[in-house]
């Protein structure tokens, strides 16, 4: 009987030790709590990398249905989804990844599928990283994982040098001749931007709100940029507008292209 009494309790000692290495191994800290609940088959429940990024998705939608956030930034974060679904698909012949067993091989692995499947530059994988990133932080924060697998991981953006049209190339566009009508009202909102200094996204947010008279008795649009939310001022000029041939280009930004 006492035999058999201290067979069993060894069973368990040796049960107790090897869940307690398992924890240790996987989360790099234990708790008695924790060796308890894998002993007596009470562990936590195992959330998933794409089930936690779909929940994000969800409420970031609500975030911009509620003006509080940006449509592109939404679009970011759907399509490097979208990247990683397929990556885990591909490399793991798996749907799904918990998130207990993410590694610091599988970022960079990603980042090479990002450089070498997707073929995105390095300042495009650096911007994908992100989200990843963001997913690592809301588990830290719910307690699902233990450790920051980013810690150990590092990418920057690389600094690029932008090219940029000449006077007599800006020219040269606003005459071409199109055959389809689509493509002129395409050259037409480019040279748009190029001639007052405003990007795509604040370019598509215009509405007849932002044009007002200011204290000169003229047309300005004044919108705020989305990204700094700084107001810009920008004067409207007739489409026939004669300009001295020796204006940097810089300064022509002050000047509105009709179509």
Known sequence: MVLETNRFLDKIWVGINAKYKEIAERDYHVTAEKVKNAFLGLEMRHETLLKVYAQHNEDFAKQVSAGLRHDSTYHKYCT?????????????SLSEIALRELTLAFITDFE??????????????????MPLRRM????????WIIRDLFVDYSISAESTERDYLTKDEIRQMMDL???RKSMELVRGLYVFCCFTGLSFTDMKNLTKDNVQTSFDGKLWIMPKRQKTGVESNIM????????????????????????
């Not at 679904?85 to 793991?92: C, D, L, V």
């Not at 007739?238 to 002050?254: E, F, Q, S, V, Y």
Request: charged share 25%; net charge positive.
């Open 112 to 129: 090479i599928f990002l450089r070498t499947e997707k073929q995105c530059c390095n300042n495009t994988v650096w911007i994908y990283m």
């Open 236 to 259: 409207l000029m007739d489409r026939d507008c004669k300009l001295p041939m020796d204006i940097p280009m810089r300064t022509l930004k002050n000047a509105f292209i009709f179509f």
């Open 136 to 143: 690592v932080t809301i588990a830290q924060n719910h307690g």
């Open 177 to 179: 001749k199109f055959h």
């Open 80 to 92: 490097v989804y979208k990247h990683l679904e397929e990556f885990i698909k591909t490399r793991y």
